[in-house]
């Protein structure tokens, strides 16, 4: 499967999609993997948001058609907090799905305590749930999402 991929993007998409196959081909060919590094490097910059990048995601997120895309981000970016509070909290060795990950994920995770982050996620995963009842703005929800990772980053 999936033969257009480097050996390396097909190891990130397996490991994002947590041994799912049919996760895999999704992540894969919904441009998943390259809306996964985006987003690692957006959390790179936390504390600090890259306002620019923040819009243009939110922009092309918002777009007509771009249901799967954006379902796709905002799945693997819950994943990827859920991934976080679980690896840390358990002081268990982080598995990159790209070089950089587990730093980022230490290093966010020292600003803020286990129960800040789970609150961070809930309340991420509380506003996917009233965006989609309620239809509203994709670009405003990401910049909301990214606005509390942001604060919460911010540290104790």
């Given at each position: 499967?999936?033969?257009?991929?480097?050996?390396?993007?097909?190891?990130?998409?397996?490991?994002?999609?947590?041994?799912s196959i049919g996760?895999?081909?999704?992540?894969?060919?919904?441009?998943?993997?390259?809306?996964?590094?985006?987003?690692?490097?957006?959390?790179?910059?936390?504390?600090?948001?890259?306002?620019?990048?923040?819009?243009?995601?939110?922009?092309?997120?918002?777009?007509?058609?771009?249901?799967?895309?954006?379902?796709?981000?905002?799945?693997?970016?819950?994943?990827?907090?859920?991934?976080?509070?679980?690896?840390?909290?358990?002081?268990?060795?982080?598995?990159?799905?790209?070089?950089?990950?587990?730093?980022?994920?230490?290093?966010?995770?020292?600003?803020?305590?286990?129960?800040?982050?789970?609150?961070?996620?809930?309340?991420?995963?509380?506003?996917?749930?009233?965006?989609?009842?309620?239809?509203?703005?994709?670009?405003?929800?990401?910049?909301?999402?990214?606005?509390?990772?942001?604060?919460?980053?911010?540290?104790?």
């Amino acid at each position: 499967q999936l033969p257009e991929l480097s050996a390396e993007e097909r190891a990130s998409a397996a490991r994002l999609a947590g041994g799912s196959i049919g996760r895999a081909l999704v992540v894969a060919h919904e441009y998943g993997l390259k809306s996964y590094r985006e987003m690692v490097a957006l959390l790179e910059k936390l504390p600090q948001l890259d306002i620019a990048e923040l819009h243009a995601l939110g922009d092309r997120l918002a777009r007509p058609n771009s249901d799967a895309a954006y379902v796709n981000f905002t799945e693997l970016l819950g994943e990827w907090l859920a991934r976080m509070i679980r690896s840390l909290a358990a002081s268990r060795p982080i598995s990159e799905a790209v070089p950089g990950e587990s730093a980022l994920m230490r290093r966010l995770f020292a600003n803020a305590s286990i129960d800040q982050w789970m609150l961070v996620w809930e309340n991420i995963n509380a506003l996917l749930a009233r965006a989609a009842s309620l239809n509203l703005s994709r670009k405003q929800v990401i910049i909301n999402i990214f606005s509390n990772l942001a604060q919460t980053a911010k540290g104790r």
